[in-house]
Nanobody
Framework: QVQLVESGGGLVQAGGSLRLSCAAS????????MGWFRQSPGKEREFVAA????????YYADSVKGRFTISRDNAKNTVWLQMNSLKPEDTAVYYC???????????????WGKGTLVTVSS
């Protein structure tokens, strides 16, 4: 079982930046693809970004491409999501996830954190 703990959420003005972190509990972190997903009230959970176990391949939702960057450090068992040029529509609970495949599907992930709230004010 992989335990994932997100941090770094908060309130930011539109145009600002936040950096989310996700710390994983297991030493086998490096064998997992990692992803970030988000969920707004009344909406389904949606894909934001994913990164392969090696860090060599990254994937982004069209809505965040060019603004968000996913990265990882396997020595630190940590994955980050750097979010720039934030918009009010980015407001959501952001979830870190781990699984066997890096990609845009929730089905690829089988371990989830509890989420961290990001609120972007206009």
């Amino acid at each position: 079982q992989v335990q994932l703990v997100e941090s770094g959420g908060g309130l930011v003005q539109a145009g600002g930046s936040l950096r989310l972190s996700c710390a994983a509990s297991r030493r086998t972190f490096s064998s997992y693809a990692m992803g970030w997903f988000r969920q707004s009230p009344g909406k389904e959970r949606e894909f934001v970004a994913a990164i392969a176990w090696s860090g060599c391949n990254t994937y982004y939702a069209d809505s965040v491409k060019g603004r968000f960057t996913i990265s990882r450090d396997n020595a630190k068992n940590t994955v980050w999501l750097q979010m720039n040029s934030l918009k009010p529509e980015d407001t959501a609970v952001y979830y870190c996830a781990a699984g066997p495949i890096a990609g845009p599907s929730i089905e690829y992930m089988n371990h989830w954190g509890k989420g961290t709230l990001v609120t972007v004010s206009s």
